[in-house]
Nanobody, 125 residues
Framework: VQLQASGGGLVQAGGSLALSCTAS????????MGWFRQAPGKEREFVAA????????YYADSVKGRFTVSRDNAKKTVYLRMNNLKPEDTAVYYC???????????????????WGQGTLVTVSS
């Protein structure tokens, strides 16, 4: 499975961006999809996820209420809508796909099987 993330860029604090991640998998609907990010000098962290089995969504506390994850199975694409961006949201954002994710593992990067190349989001103050 190949994942292609796009939509990053430079935005002022308080602004919005929408990231997209398109997959090559024919069975895209079976994959749970996650978004992670890595800021300079920091470890990669969980941002949001969409569980394929029941459509449940998960968010890191730091983005809850500001970010929204969604997907379009017909387009084999998962989205991350980011509103009210803050300078601390600056990071490279990665999408990931996993076929065996459950609620207790969906926030762990080690549970995902495939990763996109990342897209840079820079939020200026």
């Amino acid at each position: 499975v190949q994942l292609q993330a796009s939509g990053g860029g430079l935005v002022q604090a308080g602004g919005s961006l929408a990231l997209s991640c398109t997959a090559s998998a024919h069975t895209f609907s079976r994959y749970s999809m996650g978004w992670f990010r890595q800021a300079p000098g920091k470890e990669r962290e969980f941002v949001a996820a969409y569980k394929s089995s029941n459509g449940a969504t998960y968010y890191a506390d730091s983005v809850k209420g500001r970010f929204t994850v969604s997907r379009d199975n017909a387009k084999k694409t998962v989205y991350l809508r980011m509103n009210n961006l803050k300078p601390e949201d600056t990071a490279v954002y990665y999408c990931a796909a996993g076929s065996r994710l459950i609620s207790s593992t969906i926030r762990s990067e080690y549970a995902y099987d495939y990763w996109g190349q990342g897209t840079l989001v820079t939020v200026s103050s």
